[in-house]
C-alpha cells in the first residue's frame, strides 16, 4: 500500500518584515512615493524597516488628517507636517524628536512629555487649550500663537530664546526664569499681566 505524499509549500517571507499601519491615503502614498512604503500602493501598510531610521521627515501640506504610523518612526529628530488637516498627534515614542513643525492644524491637545530634546516648537495655527512645555527644559524657540490657551508655564525653560504666543486668551505670563529671552511676542490676549 502506498502512503499519501504530503507536500508542505512554504513559502518564505523575504522583504515582507513587520510592517506598520499606516491608514491616511495621503500619508502613505507619501512614503510609497519616497521609498518608504512596502511596494503596495493604498494597503494602509509600510515596511518598518523603511522608516525607523529616518531621522527627518516632512509632510507639510499633503492634506493629511491622520500620522497614524509616526510613532514607528523612532529615530525621527525633525518633524514638519504644518498645513494639513490634522486633529491628534501621537508623537509620545518619538524621544529623538528635536524640531516639530505641527503649525497650522486643527489639533486641541499635544503631549509632548516624552519630547525631553525639543529644540524648536511651532505649533501655531491650531486650537489648543493648554500645552505642557514643563519637560522640554531644552526648548530654543517656542511658537504657540493663534490658538486657545488661558495660560502657559514657561517657567521650566531656561533656555527660551524666541518666544511667540500672541493672538491666545492668555491672562498672565511669567518669564522671570527664561533670562535667555531676546524675543518675545505676547500681544492680542487678554491683558497680559508679567
Known sequence: MRKPLLILLCLPMIGFGQQTYV??????????????GN?????????????????ILNVTALNIFDLTGIE???????????????????????????????????????????????????????????LDVSNNTSLYD?????????SIDVSNNASLYDFYCTDNQLVSL??????ALTELECSQNQQVLM
Open 23 to 36: 491608514p491616511d491615503n495621503n500619508f502613505e502614498a507619501y512614503l510609497e512615493n519616497n521609498g518608504m
Open 72 to 130: 514607528d518612526f523612532t529615530s525621527l529628530t525633525s518633524l514638519s507636517c504644518g498645513n494639513n488637516q490634522l486633529i491628534s498627534l501621537d508623537i509620545i515614542t518619538n524621544t529623538a524628536l528635536t524640531h516639530l513643525w505641527c503649525d497650522n492644524n486643527q489639533l486641541t491637545s499635544l503631549n509632548l512629555n516624552s519630547n525631553i530634546n525639543l529644540v524648536d516648537l511651532y505649533c501655531e495655527f491650531n486650537q489648543l487649550t493648554s
Open 174 to 179: 511669567d518669564i522671570s526664569n527664561n533670562t
Open 39 to 55: 511596494g503596495i500602493a493604498n494597503d494602509d501598510y509600510v515596511t518598518t524597516a523603511n522608516i525607523n531610521s529616518l531621522t
Open 142 to 150: 517656542l511658537r504657540c500663537s493663534n490658538n486657545l490657551l488661558t
